[in-house]
């Protein structure tokens, strides 16, 4: 397992953005992908964004929406981040989101994944769209 930690999250109107930071190590983001999931009251945790050595991923319920990127930390050791920005957000963005990541069973491209690929999960930052 590997240490992620997310904050950014807040209260935001309708139509406004905000943008959520995953911190982890960079050597976890050299190798795996890190995946960005959501999960609203009575809802599955959905995987919403992926970022790897190899490309992205965008959800259709977040694509034209939500941009993924990464820090450029070249330290193997340093901290590096990967960062959600959310724009043009809905009432039913309004979730908690979590950035995870699959190390022991190697989770290292982008796509959709089920939940219980994962075995890193950060503690996760909430996030609430309302008028």
């Known amino acids: 397992q590997v240490q992620l930690v997310e904050s950014g999250g807040d209260l935001v109107q309708p139509g406004g953005s905000l943008k959520l930071s995953c911190a982890t190590s960079r050597f976890t983001l050299d190798i795996y992908a890190v995946h960005w999931f959501r999960q609203a009251p009575g809802k599955q945790r959905e995987d919403i964004s992926c970022i790897s050595s190899s490309g992205t991923y965008y959800a259709d319920s977040v694509k034209g929406r939500f941009t993924i990127s990464r820090d450029s930390a070249r330290n193997p050791e340093a901290k590096s981040t990967v960062f959600l920005e959310m724009h043009s957000l809905k009432p039913e963005d309004t979730a908690v989101y979590y950035c995870?990541?699959?190390?022991?069973?190697?989770?290292?491209?982008?796509?959709?994944?089920?939940?219980?690929?994962?075995?890193?999960w950060g503690q996760g930052t909430q996030v609430t769209v309302v008028s």
């Open positions: 995870a990541a699959g190390i022991t069973t190697q989770v290292t491209d982008c796509g959709p994944e089920h939940p219980g690929m994962f075995d890193s």
